[in-house]
């Protein structure tokens, strides 16, 4: 029987993860998923490929990932297969039997991110692993006007941190949005790719613009591609891949 490439769509927490990769001291969530995938499909090996790494305490609503697999079990059956194997923090939520020349990471064409910021003085039991708690007052209108400078074709190299190396740091967000949802504040980010933790620093610039530590204005900060005039990095924790297009 020949190999099927089978593409999933993931959810899950972070917070226990050293994050998507496999290392030797963890599985990851990748190392997760593979494990689950041999022992459901009975496979010596599964390589699972995905849309791209997400780091420690980062989660995901929408991870994309596909592997090839010699299985007689249909597909709409594999993610209850799964999530019988996978710890209850990480979910398959659909299958699909996709072309043998599809690549989860180099087929994507669009990301989305979210980030869940929680202005408030008083920490929240509930949102400590999935928000940014910021306790100073934020101008919340400031943040949405400037924001906006993101949208366009721009050289983000003063929001990446170092250790990556990348052919070009040029990007292009389709979709800036910062608005609030009861008593949160959400930044949706939507690009033809992300450099390493630019949602993060992104964040952490405009809450800093909002809280009038930053006095430039966010376009002037992406025209000067100077990391040092950039906000600090926001924590992992508040950070979901929403979704990948294809």
């Known amino acids: 029987m020949s190999k099927k490439n089978i593409k999933i769509i993931v959810s899950y927490n ?8 496999k290392q030797k001291e963890s599985l990851g969530i990748q190392g997760e998923l593979e494990y689950a995938c041999k022992k459901a499909f009975n496979q010596k090996e599964v390589e699972l ?7 420690a305490g980062v989660h995901a609503l929408g991870q994309v ?3 090839l697999v010699d299985t007689k079990i249909p597909v709409e059956k594999f993610p209850e297969i799964l999530n019988n194997i996978l710890p209850k923090d990480i979910s398959v939520l659909a299958a699909e039997e996709v072309d043998i020349d599809f690549h989860s990471r180099y087929s994507a064409h669009r990301k989305t991110y979210r980030y869940y910021i929680y202005p408030s003085k008083i920490r929240s039991p509930f949102y400590k692993d999935i928000s940014y708690q910021v306790k100073y007052k934020l101008d919340i209108d400031k943040m949405k006007n400037e924001i906006k400078y993101l949208e366009g074709r ?7 941190s170092s250790g990556s190396s990348v052919k070009t740091t040029v990007r292009e967000i389709y979709r800036a949005e910062l608005y609030e949802e009861g008593d949160r504040i959400v930044v949706e980010l939507e690009g033809n790719g992300f450099l390493y933790n630019m949602v993060r620093i992104i964040v ?4 800093d613009i909002g809280r009038g530590r930053i006095k430039e204005s966010l376009k002037v900060i992406i025209q000067s591609k100077d990391r040092n005039r950039a906000g600090h990095t926001a924590p992992a924790q ?3 891949l929403k979704n990948v297009e294809y």
């Open 65 to 67: 990932a596909n592997f």
């Open 204 to 207: 952490g610039t405009i809450v």
């Open 238 to 240: 508040g950070l979901f």
């Open 49 to 55: 490929i995905g849309s791209g790494r997400t780091d």
């Open 14 to 21: 972070g917070k226990n993860y050293c994050g998507w990769q």
């Open 154 to 160: 721009h050289d983000f190299c003063g929001f990446m």
